[in-house]
């Protein structure tokens, strides 16, 4: 039996192998090398997975139109788990993607239990914002609320959900709730309505998503096929790991000690690290000489793996070095939060800057 | 235990009084004769029971603004238990109420499979030319399709859809597909949305319903509570009877004998109610002398005392000299028959001047 995979869980992932053969995703290593300027993690195994991603490496490629969409749940910090997000978002419009972000509202009202109108404030300062001042340009992106798009969009949702059963969103989501299915039916209509001839048409589509989002990639799939109307071209997908938590464990927004918070003071993030950051350093600094780190569980080794350290040599030696027990944790922590601080000093300057591009985003 | 009420379902409704009990309903009496200038069917008990119309009523007598919406289901003929609760818009209409027509196309598509297009079609041309046919005047009347209504409509859908449970949907009605659920969020948001800010605001509103759409009345007001940032005021009701099928049983479209359609030839009218209408006339002419017609299973007798015979004065002789045996089966008949005759006759060109006021309905 497949491992379940619940996208509303809070269950980490332990083995992507596994899941990717239960679900039958393919490994992203023949693209990772081959997409052009592809962001770090991209290139270094944080993308590890896709569904048909060969029709929009066609697109890439062939300089064809493709379109990529994402969603935000507007929910705690904008953490460095987002940013990896992000850098995807714009590496895709770097690409010529016509770029969706969803900001999914709806379901946090539901979910959460917020106001609308403080979830809109919530994602427009914490993620559209950085969105902007980490590159996104405004032309050429769609940022939308699930909360007030259109009629096509809304009609969609309407027509859709009599094109599957109750049985089958028991199968994949183990529940019949009618706020998860709406939550659900919201998120087809995310993905599908790029394609409706009020959007652009049929169109290569990929989404990004972490694993757990898998069952809604699924659904959409399966569900593309049964509105023939609309000619909808099976949107694709790419899977990115969780971005560990500081402490080893998942990222928690209500744990201000498992992330790096994008509005974090550049100093405070600088003492998370060199006192919290979970560490592949052996108990002692013989042992760790013989043995070398455990990079596989050393979050400040990963950090710069996946986005601190972009270039490919210094990072091979950190590996080499760290590895083999030459460098000691202290120092990659230090090397890390050195990084994450400058980042920080820059990123907050461009951020305060960038609040001229919200104008299309009121209040 | 409570009679089930199915609202997709055929069932005929046996006992009124015991679904009263039942479900809470009170009786229509104590308005029915206090409205003033109502259509004959609600002078004469075809309106029996209501929810909180005493809101309503005390609307109507000191002139204060009130709504009433009703929803059509674009399928089949335009026949004469359609026109019944045309003539209550239309009332409601000259009463000064907002009145509000629902197109259910988004529920016609999921149930009936019929592309929107078609169904737009029917609605048009079989449901409103026939109500501004029969008198409803364009303005002041908001008729509108679920599939195009607007944002703040559909947001109401997203945000309903999770003051509620599995549980409480499938006790109400027997089922958890999701295309039943958002059937029922597009009514829910029917019958609530004109509440909203961006229509009328908090504002008493009936809705005139058969008792078999009882099931989604209640369950609008229980989900009226769950948001209290509108200040919903729960909704009032009204339930007609159903008009019986010219044989006597329900009417059907897929049954044209079961029907008059407004579009059927006055001819042809005519002699379906000579050769099919279900009789309370006896086995023969001693015996109907003696026992007098048995009025309550008469079909043309009812569509006198609802539709076609409004003069109190008439309508009395024809209940005496029918019950007593004084007047004859085929004498009822001929009488109805002549009445609905004459009505199609004036009805259809009524119809086709009232192609001008389409304007508003693109096909």
């Given at each position: 039996?497949?491992a379940?995979i619940?996208p509303?869980g809070?269950?980490?992932v332990?083995?992507?192998g596994?899941?990717?053969?239960?679900?039958?995703l393919?490994?992203?290593?023949?693209f990772?090398?081959?997409?052009p300027?592809a962001?770090?993690?991209m290139?270094?195994?944080?993308?590890?997975?896709?569904?048909d991603f060969?029709?929009?490496?066609?697109c890439?490629k062939?300089?064809?139109?493709?379109a990529?969409?994402t969603?935000?749940m507007?929910s705690?910090k904008f953490h460095?788990?987002?940013?990896?997000?992000?850098?995807?978002?714009i590496?895709?419009?770097?690409l010529?993607a016509?770029?969706f972000v969803?900001?999914a509202?709806?379901?946090a009202?539901?979910?959460?239990k917020l106001p609308?109108?403080?979830l809109r404030?919530?994602?427009?300062e914490?993620?559209i914002?950085?969105y902007?001042?980490?590159g996104?340009?405004?032309?050429?992106v769609?940022?939308?609320?699930q909360s007030?798009?259109?009629?096509p969009?809304?009609?969609?949702?309407?027509?859709?959900?009599?094109k599957?059963?109750?049985?089958?969103?028991?199968a994949?989501?183990g529940?019949?709730?009618?706020?998860k299915?709406?939550?659900?039916?919201?998120?087809i209509?995310?993905?599908?309505?790029?394609?409706l001839?009020?959007?652009?048409?049929?169109?290569p589509l990929t989404?990004p998503v972490g694993i757990?989002?898998?069952?809604?990639?699924?659904?959409?799939?399966?569900?593309?096929?049964?509105?023939p109307?609309?000619?909808?071209i099976?949107?694709?997908s790419?899977?990115?790991?969780?971005m560990?938590?500081l402490?080893g464990?998942?990222?928690s927004?209500?744990?201000?000690?498992?992330?790096i918070?994008?509005?974090?003071?550049p100093?405070?993030?600088?003492r998370?690290i060199?006192?919290?950051?979970?560490?592949?350093?052996r108990?002692n600094?013989?042992e760790?000489r013989?043995l070398g780190?455990?990079?596989?569980?050393?979050v400040?080794?990963?950090?710069?793996l996946?986005?601190f350290?972009?270039?490919?040599?210094?990072m091979?030696?950190i590996t080499?070095d760290?590895?083999?027990?030459k460098m000691?944790?202290?120092?990659?922590?230090q090397?890390?939060?050195e990084?994450?601080?400058k980042f920080?000093?820059?990123h907050q300057?461009k951020r305060?800057k960038?609040?001229?591009k919200?104008?299309?985003?009121?209040?």
């Amino acid at each position: 039996m497949p491992a379940a995979i619940d996208p509303w869980g809070r269950n980490e992932v332990k083995d992507y192998g596994k899941i990717m053969a239960d679900f039958g995703l393919k490994p992203f290593d023949e693209f990772a090398g081959a997409m052009p300027d592809a962001p770090t993690f991209m290139r270094r195994g944080g993308v590890f997975a896709h569904r048909d991603f060969g029709r929009i490496f066609d697109c890439v490629k062939g300089k064809k139109p493709f379109a990529m969409l994402t969603g935000l749940m507007p929910s705690g910090k904008f953490h460095l788990g987002h940013a990896m997000l992000a850098q995807q978002i714009i590496y895709y419009q770097q690409l010529g993607a016509k770029v969706f972000v969803t900001v999914a509202d709806i379901e946090a009202y539901n979910v959460r239990k917020l106001p609308l109108a403080e979830l809109r404030k919530i994602a427009i300062e914490e993620y559209i914002l950085n969105y902007f001042a980490l590159g996104l340009k405004p032309k050429g992106v769609d940022i939308y609320f699930q909360s007030e798009r259109s009629i096509p969009y809304y009609r969609l949702i309407g027509m859709l959900s009599g094109k599957t059963t109750a049985n089958e969103f028991k199968a994949i989501y183990g529940s019949d709730e009618p706020e998860k299915f709406i939550s659900v039916a919201h998120q087809i209509a995310d993905i599908l309505h790029p394609q409706l001839p009020d959007y652009l048409g049929p169109i290569p589509l990929t989404v990004p998503v972490g694993i757990d989002q898998d069952p809604h990639i699924r659904y959409t799939r399966d569900i593309t096929g049964r509105l023939p109307e609309f000619s909808f071209i099976p949107p694709s997908s790419t899977y990115h790991k969780f971005m560990k938590g500081l402490q080893g464990g998942k990222m928690s927004s209500s744990d201000p000690l498992s992330y790096i918070a994008l509005t974090d003071a550049p100093e405070e993030a600088e003492r998370k690290i060199m006192k919290h950051a979970f560490s592949g350093g052996r108990n002692n600094i013989a042992e760790h000489r013989r043995l070398g780190a455990d990079l596989a569980v050393d979050v400040s080794y990963q950090y710069l793996l996946y986005l601190f350290e972009p270039d490919d040599a210094k990072m091979k030696k950190i590996t080499d070095d760290y590895g083999s027990g030459k460098m000691l944790s202290g120092e990659v922590k230090q090397y890390l939060a050195e990084k994450v601080r400058k980042f920080l000093q820059g990123h907050q300057k461009k951020r305060e800057k960038a609040r001229n591009k919200l104008a299309a985003f009121s209040p």
